[in-house]
Nanobody, 127 residues
Framework: QVQLVESGGGSVQAGGSLNLSCAAS????????VAWFRQDPGKEREAVAL????????WYADSVKGRFTISQDSAKESVSLVMSILQPEDTAMYYC????????????????????WGQGTQVAVSS
C-alpha cells in the first residue's frame, strides 16, 4: 500500500524559510513523478513544483521560481521542497502527490493526473 506523508510545515515570518519533506512507503516504482501542490480554502489546488525520478528534471510555477527548490533522496525515498523568501501569499496547505509515470516539465500539471496523495502540511507566513 502506497503512503505519502508530508512534514515540515509551520509558521514563519515573511522572508523566512521552511523545508517540507514527503516520505514515501510501499512505492516500488522506478519511473515516477512527485509534485508539491498547495491549496487555500475556497481555491483550487495548484502545483508549485515537480520532479521526475532518475532524470531529476523539474518544473516550478512562476510564483515560486527562484525561491523554492525541489529535490529527491532516492535512498530515503523522500522528496523535499526547500522554501525560502516566503511571503504571506505562500500561506496554504501543502500536499505531495505522486504518479507512476513521468510528468511533462513545460507546463503546470493538473491535480487529476496524480494517483497518490499525502494528507498535507500547513504553511503559514505572517507579514
Amino acid at each position: 500500500q502506497v503512503q505519502l506523508v508530508e512534514s515540515g510545515g509551520g509558521s514563519v515570518q515573511a522572508g523566512g524559510s521552511l523545508n517540507l519533506s514527503c516520505a514515501a512507503s510501499g512505492f516500488p516504482y522506478r519511473e515516477y513523478c512527485v509534485a508539491w501542490f498547495r491549496q487555500d480554502p475556497g481555491k483550487e489546488r495548484e502545483a508549485v513544483a515537480l520532479i521526475n525520478s532518475g532524470r531529476s528534471s523539474t518544473w516550478y510555477a512562476d510564483s515560486v521560481k527562484g525561491r523554492f527548490t525541489i529535490s529527491q533522496d532516492s535512498a530515503k525515498e523522500s522528496v523535499s521542497l526547500v522554501m525560502s523568501i516566503l511571503q504571506p501569499e505562500d500561506t496554504a496547505m501543502y500536499y505531495c502527490a505522486a504518479r507512476v509515470a513521468y510528468c511533462a516539465t513545460t507546463y503546470q500539471p493538473p491535480a487529476n493526473i496524480f494517483t497518490y496523495w499525502g494528507q498535507g502540511t500547513q504553511v503559514a507566513v505572517s507579514s
